[in-house]
């Protein structure tokens, strides 16, 4: 078993220095595994350094859960972890809901996920007035994780790929890689400047390109791009401990906000707006946040006088189903992947990270990834690649 990464040449090698990415390489050195990670830009650029930053367990599906409660235990040693501070905040997380059918998803759901660990307090009426009394009189209900809250998104990844590199990780930003496959037993990849890595093991956390990648195995999925909307307010001062979003299936009217101790309060939700893998761009358009506007002040009517400052997008990747792409491939031996998180990737990341490193070091892990699987693509699939063995 290697312990050092050898010029171009590593037990594993990381595809995406994203949130997965570098959480991935970590436990992996932790694990005494030699690795190089490889990223097209800068680590954290993209999805993982754009979103809302929500430390969010609750409204997860549920077979999500245990890899949400094993990340939740990385944030929350994140500062000793990494011995720098990506302002993780357990300030709870809180759902609200405006219509009665969701009312009762909230009882429900917090019946169901106390087997996973997960438990929840879920308040109607006047004693959810009680404790928020700031909210819009069109809430029905509140269901509080208390143990949830918020990170910065922009220290998070690049702070996790600094912690793998102090391990002895080979991080290698500005590198975007064009071919993958499998020789002679090991893996080959090819960036675009001509360099070549090579390792007993792959790991593709490449966000929404990675499509592009899994596809040179013969395994296509159905990823688009789409962008976050979101923004940010001026400061005022900070009353808002726990972070707060909007539960509904009306796309609309679903707004989270978090404020930060400075003051500023971050806003996100709404629909999606356009992204495009080519040219690595993302756009927020002017409507979505006059509608996020608009549905804060709905949320909480006091918020009504405060001015946008900022607005900002990113890459991220969907797939149809919601659901994301995590764990061994179905064709190839030694390949694994993560992607595909939906938007909601963040606090799930160190989670991920840990237990495709178990995967990859032992060949198992206790927590199950089978609703994860590529295989529920394969009907899309083509035929292998001529030279790809398993």
Not at 124 to 136: D, N, V, W
Not at 361 to 385: E, H, K, M, N, V
């Amino acid at each position: 078993m290697s312990t050092t990464t050898t010029g171009n040449e590593a037990d594993v090698i990381v595809i995406g220095g994203g949130i997965m990415g570098t959480t991935t390489a970590l436990f992996l050195r932790e694990r005494k595994r030699s690795v190089i990670l490889l990223e097209r830009g800068l680590t954290g650029q993209q999805a993982s350094g754009v979103n809302f930053g929500g430390i969010r367990r609750q409204g997860r599906a549920l077979p999500q859960l245990a890899m949400a409660n094993r990340a939740l235990r990385t944030w929350q040693r994140s500062a000793q972890m990494l011995g720098e501070d990506i302002e993780f905040l357990a300030s709870a997380h809180t759902r609200v809901c405006y219509h009665q059918q969701d009312v009762e998803n909230f009882d429900q759901y917090a019946l169901d996920a106390r087997a996973y660990g997960l438990d929840l307090e879920v308040l109607h009426g006047k004693a959810m007035f009680e404790r928020f009394p700031f909210l819009g009189r069109e809430v029905l209900a509140a269901s509080i994780s208390p143990l949830d809250g918020h990170a910065n998104p922009r220290l998070a990844a690049p702070a996790f790929g600094r912690a793998a590199a102090r391990l002895g990780a080979r991080v290698v930003e500005n590198t975007e890689i064009v071919r993958v496959e499998k020789e002679a037993g090991r893996f080959r990849v090819e960036s675009a400047r001509g360099d070549v890595y090579w390792a007993a093991q792959l790991v593709i956390c490449a966000g929404a390109w990675a499509g592009r990648l899994t596809a040179q195995f013969g395994e296509t999925v159905p990823i688009a791009a789409r962008g976050p909307q979101m923004c940010v307010t001026e400061p005022v001062p900070y009353v808002f401990r726990s972070s707060m979003g909007v539960f509904t299936s009306i796309k609309e009217e679903s707004i989270y906000f978090r404020q930060i101790p400075r003051g500023n309060i971050i806003v996100g939700g709404g629909p999606a707006g356009p992204a495009d893998i080519a040219t690595s761009r993302a756009s927020v358009l002017p409507a979505n946040t006059v509608r996020q506007v608009a549905q804060m002040r709905r949320l909480v009517p006091a918020l009504a006088p405060l001015h946008v400052i900022r607005v900002w997008s990113g890459v991220e990747s969907y797939l149809p189903d919601g659901e994301p792409v995590i764990g061994p491939s179905s064709r190839v031996d030694g390949l694994f992947y993560a992607f595909g998180f939906c938007g909601s990737g963040f606090q799930i990341g160190p989670g991920v990270g840990e237990t495709l490193a178990e995967l990859i070091d032992t060949g198992s892990t206790s927590i199950s990834l089978d609703s994860f699987s590529i295989r529920r693509f394969a009907q899309q699939d083509a035929a292998l690649p001529t030279g790809v063995t398993s």
